[in-house]
């Protein structure tokens, strides 16, 4: 099993990666599960028609009880795709974070795992805060690897490089591991030399290139992934040689 922690800075375009990537691995064949980690609980949408998701924060809340078994707090989206959404608190109240453990220990005791059986587990991490609940699917054994998602923009770099110094911080003890950089073109100056740059900084390879799309943004409109909306675009198949590139690496068929 293939257990990835997608993340980067707030708004650069880390459900998009992540559902297009769910959404090629789900055309290669492979059983997927995406778990969006972020208060905003929008990270499935494009793999549910554009249909939200009831986040298990939300159903907690609105039922006053855990769930009874996974179909409860999920929702089978394109390609088979098993979608989940932490959400959070209130607005306001409480902290984000705590949705992420909370779901996660729900998650082990309803054994999604066990029971899905997937071969792909992405999870969708809010990154501008490497801390706390945020840092749950680094730190406590759920994701194997990471991938950070950053464009040549100076925040994007800066999240980028904070989030990297923070899985190192947990390799000393098997925790997950940085396997490369997604770069989600902006089309800034010189971003080309800015995102390479960076990388060879910190030694990290650029496993994925995304250029800046408008067919990304048309299928969106309709909610969709651009895998879904044609496979055979040429940002199609950028996702999908990304998803054949992980699959390899991981050693699987």
Do not use: W
């Amino acid at each position: 099993m293939l257990k990835m922690a997608i993340y980067g800075k707030g708004g650069i375009g880390k459900s998009t990666i992540t559902s297009n990537l769910s959404a090629a691995f789900a055309k290669l064949g492979k059983k997927v599960i995406q778990i969006g980690c972020d208060p905003k609980a929008d990270s499935t949408i494009n793999l549910l028609s554009g249909e939200a998701l009831m986040p298990v924060m939300n159903y907690m809340r609105e039922f006053d009880k855990d769930p009874e078994k996974i179909e409860d707090i999920s929702k089978i989206g394109f390609g088979g795709v098993l979608c989940i959404e932490t959400g959070g608190p209130t607005p306001g109240l409480g902290c984000a974070g705590r949705g992420i453990i909370t779901t996660f220990n729900l998650l082990e005791e309803l054994d999604l795992f066990e029971t899905y059986k997937p071969d792909i587990v992405l999870y969708d991490v809010l990154g501008d805060v490497v801390c706390g609940g945020f840092a749950a699917p680094i730190r406590e054994g759920y994701a194997e690897k990471v991938l950070i998602v950053t464009s040549g923009e100076k925040m994007a770099l800066y999240a980028a490089n904070n989030i990297n110094s923070a899985v190192k911080n947990f390799e000393d003890r098997g925790y997950a591991k940085v396997l490369g950089i997604i770069f989600n073109h902006r089309n800034v100056e010189n971003e080309d030399e800015k995102v390479k740059s960076f990388a060879d900084s910190v030694g990290l390879p650029i496993v994925g290139d995304i250029p800046r799309n408008q067919d990304i943004n048309h299928f969106e409109e309709m909610g969709k992934t651009v895998i879904e909306g044609d496979a055979n675009l040429p940002i199609s198949q950028c996702f999908l040689n990304l998803a054949k590139l992980l699959i390899k690496d991981e050693g699987m068929k």
